[in-house]
């Protein structure tokens, strides 16, 4: 057993099983033993690679479409340049590099990293030099802001819920045969247990999942871009209103089980684009039609940047390209969502929602 896991099952002795939520907090954020407390889990030499360590083409495509809706809301200034979960800061660099160009905002833009892992925010004060970091959204100022959140809203824990015979129950982690970690099912105390669309009727056997954090989140940055202008993207693996079990651990690159090695390896599950929207729209902004990643960076222009990159000898642009765009590589696991302020056009690449442009 890992250390981490040691301590969990010690909890699971004296206290009973543990939510999965609960499990995956410890799993991540253990201040000795968590994931991301104790290392750099990006690209080859960790356990994944996510787009912006791909190429810098990502960075840039994020950080001029973001330079697009500072225009068309005016150019405030100053204004709250965000990212949430920022990684080795190798996004927002790549985003400060595009922004350089438009006359006026990297001297306007209030750089805000939240990051909660006190080793990574080393790794990005390495990246970036001396930025502001925040411990979660709720303390970003009350200004325009200009956001982005990656792969950020997958690795939140989450609730597990299943239909069986009796009813719904909730999955646990819980101790099986010779004392190693397993998975359980506890009953489940009322209909107040969950938001009504995850205990609605289903057919027995499945399975939904609720993110207790992300609807909060969500509102918050919604209810400052509402009140103060700004955009959020929100970029991440999922689809909308979803169902099944997509709790997953990754390490070394590949998929395991997510008991197996408690604290070294990144668990996540598939985002619910739907409660994001509706959270953001409840709390006053316009919400965008949920893209592919790959649409989306098309429509951006970045099959033109990577011809460029090309011609002028970056000999891994095309393959880049390739691999953030493709339908069979991130181009269609990947979605976008996009949430701003009322009186702003809709920004590029997206389209509203179709009941969201009706009052807009």
């Known amino acids: 057993m890992t250390p981490l896991a040691r301590i969990i099952a010690a ?25 991301y407390a104790t290392r750099d889990p990006f690209g080859a030499g960790g356990d994944f690679t996510t787009a912006p360590e791909i190429s810098q083409m990502f960075g840039e495509m994020v950080g001029l479409a973001l330079a697009q809706a500072w225009l068309d809301q005016g150019s405030p ?19 400060l590099r595009a922004i350089r160009g ?28 001396d930025i502001s970091h925040l411990d979660d959204a709720a303390q970003l100022p009350q200004a ?53 669309p995850i205990l609605r009727p289903a057919p027995q056997g499945v399975i939904r999942e609720f993110c207790p954090e992300a609807g909060p989140i969500v509102s918050a940055l919604a209810g400052r871009i509402a009140a103060h202008g700004g955009c959020a993207l929100v970029i991440d693996y999922g689809g ?38 509706r959270a953001a729209r409840a709390a006053g902004a316009r919400v965008s039609c949920m893209a592919t990643q790959g649409e989306w960076l098309l429509r951006l222009g970045i099959a033109q940047r990577a011809q460029r990159l090309a011609a002028a000898g970056d000999g891994g642009a095309m393959a880049a390209l390739h691999r953030l765009t493709a339908p069979g590589e991130m181009g269609h696991l990947f979605k976008v969502l996009a949430f701003w302020a009322r009186h702003a056009p809709v920004p590029a690449g997206f389209e509203p929602l179709d009941d969201d442009a009706d009052d807009a």
């Not at 200034?77 to 985003?95: S, V």
């Not at 590949?254 to 090695?261: F, G, I, K, N, S």
């Not at 408690?262 to 929207?277: C, I, K, Q, R, S």
């Open 11 to 35: 909890r699971i002795r004296l206290s009973g099983p543990m939510r999965l939520d609960d499990y995956m907090r410890l799993c991540l954020l253990h201040p000795e033993h968590g994931y």
């Open 77 to 95: 200034a100053p204004f709250t340049l965000a990212e949430l979960g920022p990684g080795r800061g190798t996004l927002m660099a790549d985003i």
């Open 102 to 129: 438009v006359p006026g905002m990297r001297e306007a833009a209030q750089v805000v990293l939240v990051e909660a892992s006190p080793h990574l925010r080393r790794v990005q004060r390495e990246t970036l030099g």
């Open 144 to 196: 325009p802001l200009f956001l982005v959140a990656n792969e950020f809203f997958d690795a939140l824990p989450i609730r597990q819920f299943r239909m069986g015979g009796q009813g719904w129950a909730e999955r646990v982690v819980t101790l099986g045969p010779e004392e190693g970690l397993a998975l359980g099912l506890a009953a489940v105390d009322g209909q107040g247990a969950a938001p009504e």
């Open 240 to 277: 909308w209103d979803g169902q099944g079990d997509t709790f997953q651990a990754l390490r070394r690159h590949r998929p395991e089980d997510p008991l197996a090695h408690p604290g070294e390896a990144d668990l996540t599950a598939h985002v619910d684009f739907a409660p994001l929207a």
